[in-house]
């Protein structure tokens, strides 16, 4: 845990550096879902995300998902599963990836602040007939914490959030390959449906072609 909180203040401490950088590239994110609760506990949600980048004139990939998640803990607790089916460029081609992930989710309010804290196991599975992989799957380490503002009154909430990313299966595992920032806002402005806007600073680290891209993004939820 320790490693985790110095890797996440590491990269808070160089966001007013990377804001003054000149960037690699631009983005687009937009995406939609639907989310449902089954009884108390479980919660199922589908998604598709379209992604642009090239200074958003051109198609990146395209993702759709499924997720389920448990709360052990009411408030406090999360466990949950997911997988993905993506179809992404690939240098000078598209192919479809495979990746799934469980995770835990720890949340904590203090006053109008809410922290959430998440760690995630990812492994992403990359078509060996369209390209050669030195690792199939590639599995990663993800830890985000995010903190949201719950203002009084309002429909609009707030956040901030950073995620850090550590390769597993690698030669020389567990090292800051890449980190991500993001500022947003959610807005319910229907009690089934909630709208996000969002603002996104990706950064590879320890790379020797290390790149970092620039995203807007908007999103629209359906609850049922």
């Known amino acids: 845990m320790y490693k985790i909180a110095k890797y996440l203040v590491i990269a808070l401490l160089l966001t007013p550096v990377l804001v003054w950088s000149q960037l ?24 598709q995300e379209f992604r642009l980048n090239n200074r958003i004139a051109a198609f990146d990939r395209s993702l759709t998902g499924i997720s389920v998640d448990y709360r052990i803990i009411k408030s406090y607790l999360k466990v949950g599963v997911d997988y993905n089916l993506i179809y992404q460029k690939n240098t000078t081609y598209y192919t479809f990836r495979h990746r799934s992930s469980a995770w835990v989710t720890g949340s904590y309010q203090f006053r109008r602040f809410e922290f959430d ?17 030195k690792i199939n799957p590639k599995l990663v380490w ?5 903190i949201a503002y719950d203002i009084f009154g309002s429909p609009v909430k707030p956040y901030v959030s950073g995620e850090i990313i550590l390769p597993i299966n690698d030669r020389n595992p567990l090292y800051l390959n890449a980190y991500r920032l993001v500022a947003g806002a959610k807005y319910r402005y229907s009690q089934h449906e909630t709208v996000e806007v969002f603002a996104r600073f990706d950064q590879d680290v320890q790379q020797s072609d290390a790149q970092n891209i620039f995203y807007l993004g908007a999103g629209w939820n359906y609850r049922f």
């Open 24 to 47: 690699n590239d631009a983005g687009l994110i937009t995406g939609i879902s639907a989310s449902k609760s089954l009884g108390r506990s479980f919660s199922l949600k589908a998604e």
């Open 117 to 133: 804290v998440r760690s995630r196991v990812q492994s992403t599975w990359r078509d060996n007939a369209r390209g050669e992989y």
């Open 142 to 146: 993800r830890n985000k914490l995010e």
